[in-house]
Nanobody
Framework: QVQLVESGGGLVQAGGSLRLSCAAS????????MGWFRQAPGKEREFVAT????????YHADSVKGRFTISRDNAKNTVYLQMNSLKPEDTALYYC??????????????????WGQGTQVTVSS
């Protein structure tokens, strides 16, 4: 299974921006569809975005559409989440996800076999 390590989280004021990164190792990165999820305290893990294996197609949750953008660099084995116009309700632990031979579209957390350890994003009002 591919191993995933997220980075880039932090504390930011409402309206600010952050870029999360997820570095993958232990597998052929271009074979994996990649995604981002988030989980706030006391809430279930929530789908954020996915990207196809070649990066040509993306899918974003309605709650982040127009503010967040998922992208990937297969040469660097890395997937990114650019987050703009952040809101306090975006505060959560953000997780990177990988699914072999999958592409974009909605993923249920139950469908994801490989997770990173998470990176905390806190948005202050």
């Amino acid at each position: 299974q591919v191993q995933l390590v997220e980075s880039g989280g932090g504390l930011v004021q409402a309206g600010g921006s952050l870029r999360l990164s997820c570095a993958a190792s232990g597998g052929t990165f271009s074979f994996y569809g990649m995604g981002w999820f988030r989980q706030a305290p006391g809430k279930e893990r929530e789908f954020v975005a996915t990207i196809s294996r070649n990066g040509g197609r993306t899918y974003h949750a309605d709650s982040v559409k127009g503010r967040f953008t998922i992208s990937r660099d297969n040469a660097k084995n890395t997937v990114y989440l650019q987050m703009n116009s952040l809101k306090p309700e975006d505060t959560a632990l953000y997780y990177c996800a990988a699914r072999l031979w999958s592409d974009d579209g909605y993923w249920s957390p139950r469908d994801v076999p490989s997770w990173g350890q998470g990176t905390q994003v806190t948005v202050s009002s």
